[in-house]
């Protein structure tokens, strides 16, 4: 069964750079049949799509990050991370990982978002 | 970008009741719509994809329908577990976008 863990500090300093890490268990990071993501989560609020990458090194962003963000993939330890960088008290949230899997329905490929990890709070803060 | 708009945005009902909500696209989107349910610090939960397609493991009271740029979410029969916030989500075209979320309470 597939299991997303996400790792990293909880507190991180104004104009810094955020970093996680997501631990893929319970299968492969390099199947070609998923894509890995970040969706974040501020208090309180809303989801907001942040990244997303395939083993090949496909990545999609959204723009809204204004460049901020970078995702990667090390498929030797199973694992994907997130850098975010200039943080502000904003970027306040919940982080979440989780996988994006096809499914074939009516013979059209379905990419939707079909487990998340845990999520790991991250507060901008000096 | 394509804004997802979900209503309402909290609703009150007795178990037993059928609850249905609405998630409207901006644009037309086919039957590229996910649903997820979230429960007070957890995270969200695949419900359904494909507008209408129940994600293994989800009980059948749950079910979706719709395409183009209007869709629904309805449980059949609320149970008290069902109390939590449900988020539609586009996966039509990047950036991929949520609905706001409807909070369901039990009164």
């Known amino acids: 069964q597939l299991q997303l863990q996400e790792s990293g500090p909880g507190l991180v300093k104004p104009s810094e750079t955020l970093s996680l890490t997501c631990t893929v268990s319970g299968g492969s990071i390099s199947s070609s049949s998923y894509y890995w993501g970040w969706i974040r989560q501020p208090p309180g609020k809303g989801l907001e799509w942040i990244a997303n990458?395939?083993?090949?090194?496909?990545?999609y962003y959204n723009p809204s990050l204004k460049s901020r963000a970078t995702i990667s993939v090390d498929t030797s330890k199973n694992q994907f991370s997130l850098k975010l960088n200039s943080v502000t008290a904003a970027d306040t949230a919940v982080y979440y990982c989780?996988?994006?899997?096809?499914?074939?329905?009516?013979?059209?490929?379905?990419?939707?978002?079909?487990?998340w990890g845990r999520g790991t709070l991250v507060t901008v803060s000096s | 970008d394509i804004q997802m708009t979900q209503s309402p945005s909290s609703l009150f009902a007795s178990v037993g009741d059928r609850v249905s909500i609405t998630c409207r696209a901006s644009q037309g989107i086919s039957n590229y719509l996910a649903w997820f349910q979230q429960k007070p610090g957890k995270a969200p939960k695949s419900l359904i994809y494909?507008?209408?397609s129940l994600q293994s493991g989800v009980p059948s009271k749950f079910s979706g329908s719709g395409s183009g740029t209007d869709f629904t979410l309805t449980i059949s029969s609320l149970q008290p577990e069902d109390s939590a916030t449900y988020y539609c989500q586009q996966y039509n075209a990047y950036p991929l976008t949520f609905g706001g979320g409807t909070k369901v309470e039990i009164k």
């Open positions: 989780a996988s994006r899997v096809v499914v074939i329905a009516a013979g059209i490929s379905h990419w939707y978002f079909d487990l």
């Open positions: 494909a507008s209408s």
């Open positions: 990458i395939h083993y090949s090194g496909n990545t």
